[in-house]
């Protein structure tokens, strides 16, 4: 079974800190990496997809991926209350394309 | 350009009864994904059409199926209602498939089963 792991949260960070997301897969061989938010009430948007090992970044968003530890994180800095979200890792399996999603961790970002 | 449409917004059935979700995609995507989401169990993969053909199906019963048409808009159904069903189902399309990273989602129909 493949799973995809995330702390359901909430995490509670100050305005302006570095809010750290993380997420573990279980499939050794998953390709590609998601992250979305999803506002109360709304639906998911893509913020972010890794494909190789390291880090990429955009603007203040970056994803980390390490395949050997099986993980990938998202870093969030100077975070601002509307960055208060639930955050869904996706990751697509090697097997096939539909993605396994994580749970979400809820993040709230308090003034 | 328009986005991904899903109607209606919110349902209320009862049990036993059956309902039909749409969804219209962005215009020139061909796959449609549909996804059932409920609290604390996060996105839960139900299939995925291309081209009017189901090219991948999740675990759920048979229940739970789907079409698209020519126009790539795309419609689920769920017969004999159970209490259990009441989610949020949300459908995405994309040009290639579900992890094509231009994959966008509707707003979501709201399911509610008494």
């Known amino acids: 079974q493949k799973e995809v792991e995330q702390n359901s949260g909430p995490l509670s960070v100050p305005e302006g800190a570095i809010a750290s997301l993380n997420c573990t897969y279980s499939?050794?061989?998953?390709?590609?990496f998601f992250w979305y938010r999803q506002y109360s009430g709304k639906s998911p948007e893509l913020i972010m997809f890794?494909?190789s090992n390291g880090d990429k970044e955009d603007g203040r968003f970056t994803a980390q991926l390490n395949k050997a530890s099986q993980y990938v994180s998202l870093l969030i800095r100077d975070s601002q209350p509307s960055d208060s979200a639930t955050y869904l890792c996706?990751?697509?399996?090697?097997?096939?394309?539909?993605?396994?999603w994580g749970a979400g961790t809820k993040l709230i970002i308090k003034p | 350009k328009a986005g991904v449409t899903q109607t209606p917004r919110y349902l209320i059935k009862t049990r036993g009864q059956q309902v039909t979700l749409s969804c219209s995609p962005i215009?020139?995507?061909?796959?449609v994904s549909w996804y059932q989401q409920t609290p604390g169990q996060g996105l839960q993969f139900l299939f995925e059409?291309?081209?009017?053909?189901?090219?991948n199906k999740g675990n759920f019963p048979g229940r739970f199926s789907g079409r698209q048409f020519s126009n790539s808009r795309s419609e689920m159904n769920v017969s004999t209602l159970e209490l259990g069903d009441s989610a949020l189902y949300l459908c995405?399309?994309?040009?290639?498939?579900?992890?094509?990273?231009?994959?966008?989602f509707g707003q979501g129909t709201r399911l509610t089963v008494v």
């Open positions: 215009s020139g995507h061909r796959s």
């Open positions: 890794i494909y």
């Open positions: 499939d050794r061989g998953s390709q590609s």
């Open positions: 995405a399309s994309s040009l290639m498939g579900p992890s094509d990273p231009g994959a966008f």
């Open positions: 996706a990751v697509k399996p090697e097997s096939n394309y539909q993605l396994i």
């Open positions: 059409y291309f081209s009017e053909t189901q090219r």
